[in-house]
């Protein structure tokens, strides 16, 4: 049984996110939790919330032991750019591009 769970349009880079997840992958999902609570990125804390999510997922809508749970694969996409400007000298602006990315979590168990 194959369960998912995604997470949109989160407010840090796919570059910084992709950091995470090679260490995921193959994983038990209570073992990769213990491991992102003592990875000091930001982007562990959304990892977790998003295994514990497919493992309530698991556990109440197909009845799936928790234990049992792998991480099959964790992808990570760009999300949309918030475009905003940054004044500069002699009047003129920069661009800043603010980009997001798009979470999802494949468990399998």
Same mark, same amino acid.
């Given at each position: 049984?194959?369960?998912?769970?995604?997470?949109?349009?989160?407010?840090?880079?796919?570059?910084?996110?992709?950091?995470?997840?090679?260490?995921?992958?193959?994983?038990?999902?209570?073992?990769?939790?213990?491991?992102? +609570? !003592?990875? @000091?990125?930001?982007?562990?804390?959304?990892?977790?919330?998003?295994? #514990? %999510?497919?493992?309530?997922?698991?556990?109440?809508?197909?009845?799936?032991?928790?234990?049992?749970?792998?991480?099959?694969?964790?992808?990570?996409?760009?999300?949309?750019?918030?475009? +905003? !400007?940054? @004044?500069?000298?002699?009047?003129?602006?920069?661009?800043?591009?603010? #980009? %997001?990315?798009?979470?999802?979590?494949?468990?399998?168990?």
């Amino acid at each position: 049984m194959i369960v998912t769970s995604e997470l949109s349009n989160i407010r840090i880079t796919a570059r910084k996110m992709r950091l995470i997840s090679p260490l995921l992958k193959n994983m038990r999902a209570d073992e990769a939790l213990v491991k992102l +609570r !003592f990875t @000091p990125k930001d982007a562990a804390k959304v990892f977790a919330q998003v295994i #514990r %999510t497919a493992q309530a997922d698991a556990r109440h809508n197909f009845k799936l032991d928790t234990d049992k749970l792998m991480i099959k694969e964790a992808l990570v996409s760009d999300g949309p750019m918030l475009k +905003r !400007f940054r @004044p500069r000298s002699r009047g003129m602006a920069h661009p800043i591009l603010k #980009r %997001t990315s798009h979470l999802k979590v494949v468990l399998e168990g």
